[in-house]
């Protein structure tokens, strides 16, 4: 069974910065992360890659420089709504 979409989203965060999966919150700050734009972008081609999320062709900007994990799984719900990944709903 695939993971979560929330949970796909904490574990490729948790890879690419080295922070701990369940240190993760909606608030946390992706700069606070160490996520930049390139890092971003990696994020959604990880998300798309490995667990078929593919949030909108511009989510890269929707996640300007004071986004968060929370905005992150937005986009994520955004694209469950438009048919994308299915889940039960949990939260991160």
Do not use: C, F, Q, Y
Not at 2 to 28: F, I, K, M, N, S
Not at 31 to 46: A, I, K, N, Q, Y
């Amino acid at each position: 069974m695939p993971p979560h979409p929330h949970d796909a989203v904490a574990d490729a965060l948790a890879d690419l910065t080295g922070t701990p999966a369940d240190r993760l919150t909606p608030d946390t700050p992706l700069t606070d992360l160490g996520l930049d734009s390139l890092l971003v972008e990696e994020l959604l081609t990880v998300l798309a890659a490995k667990h078929g999320i593919t949030p909108a062709h511009d989510a890269d900007l929707a996640l300007g420089p004071h986004a968060t994990v929370g905005d992150v799984l937005a986009l994520v719900d955004t694209d469950r709504a438009a048919g994308g990944v299915r889940s039960s709903g949990a939260l991160l």
